[in-house]
Nanobody, 116 residues
Framework: QVQLVESGGGLVQPGGSLRLACAAS????????MSWYRQAPGKERELVAT????????NYADSVKGRFTISRDNNKNTMYLQMNSLKFEDTAIYYC?????????WGQGTQVTVSS
């Protein structure tokens, strides 16, 4: 079955960096578009970034452009989110999502807290 497992979250000071990872299994990762979403307390889940199967095209939410970088390693069935220059408002649970045969699958999420 499809499994997505996020890791790499934690507590970081403003201006710091974190690298999230999403380990995927149960589907053909190399041909599957992948996405990162986040959900802050009291807010709706929002799209952060997407990456197509080959990794050649990416899209970002305006709020993270220039600070976050999405990437993937199809040999390791893993997607990444490099987050730099973190701000208080980046605090959220970060989820990875895969669309497999028109169905969306989600990981359990990893908490990112930006605090001084």
């Amino acid at each position: 079955q499809v499994q997505l497992v996020e890791s790499g979250g934690g507590l970081v000071q403003p201006g710091g960096s974190l690298r999230l990872a999403c380990a995927a299994s149960g589907f053909t990762f190399s041909i599957t578009p992948m996405s990162w979403y986040r959900q802050a307390p009291g807010k709706e889940r929002e799209l952060v970034a997407t990456i197509i199967s080959t990794g050649g095209r990416t899209n970002y939410a305006d709020s993270v452009k220039g600070r976050f970088t999405i990437s993937r390693d199809n040999n390791k069935n893993t997607m990444y989110l490099q987050m730099n220059s973190l701000k208080f408002e980046d605090t959220a649970i970060y989820y990875c999502k895969a669309r497999v045969y028109f169905l969306d699958y989600w990981g359990q999420g990893t908490q990112v807290t930006v605090s001084s």
